[in-house]
């Protein structure tokens, strides 16, 4: 009977280097010499097939930091192809907003059946400051250990940034993208109205 996996989640607005860590935290796992696999969902169409953290020079320009390979995948069933061919001591997830609900009980099953250690990153807000649709805040409840990342407030320059500020984009609740969004602190952010015209 194997230990259940430990579930960490890494949350935080944009540009608050979730993607930064999640990577360091596979990377060191690859040191350790576990059996590592990477995940990320469809929905991201930024990259392909690897998670990358950016870093964005003075005129706000991205630039890949770090990157880790991953797989693409829509449905549990996906995950669970890959999981029962690289048998993985440690899973991580990047962007899993973006996860469909069906993915809660997988994970939960996958770390209490199998042991498997899970390191999630993704956005708890969304740019409205509401919790990001029901994958995210279902997965910081059945965490067993949640990280909360601040970032730089892109107006005052506090390190107390924890909302996403959109600033340019349509009103959709969901878009994908890196230029849109900045982050802020509470007394910077204010929630988005669409692009003034
Ligand atoms: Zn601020």
Request: overall charge positive; some cysteine.
């Amino acid at each position: 009977m194997s230990r259940a996996g430990e579930i960490e989640v890494i949350v935080g607005p944009m540009r608050g280097k979730k993607s930064d860590l999640l990577i360091i935290a596979l990377e060191q796992a690859v040191i350790a010499e576990k059996r590592v696999v990477a995940f990320k969902p469809t929905r991201d169409t930024r990259t392909s097939n690897e998670i990358v953290s950016r870093k964005f020079d003075k005129k706000g320009k991205p630039k890949v930091s770090r990157r880790f390979p991953a797989i693409i995948v829509s449905t549990p069933d996906d995950m669970m192809r890959v999981i029962d061919i690289k048998h993985p001591e440690i899973v991580g997830i990047d962007e899993a907003q973006f996860l469909s609900p069906d993915f809660v009980p997988f994970i939960k099953k996958m770390s209490g059946e199998r042991g498997i250690e899970f390191v999630i990153a993704g956005l708890d807000m969304d740019y409205l400051g509401d919790p990001f649709l029901e994958t995210m805040p279902k997965l910081l409840a059945i965490a067993h250990r949640v990280t909360k990342t601040t970032a730089i407030c892109y107006r005052c320059k506090s390190r107390q940034a924890l909302f996403t500020q959109k600033i340019a984009g349509s009103t959709a609740k969901v878009e994908v993208g890196d230029l849109e969004y900045r982050a802020a602190c509470s007394d910077c952010w204010y929630p988005y109205r669409g692009e003034a015209s």
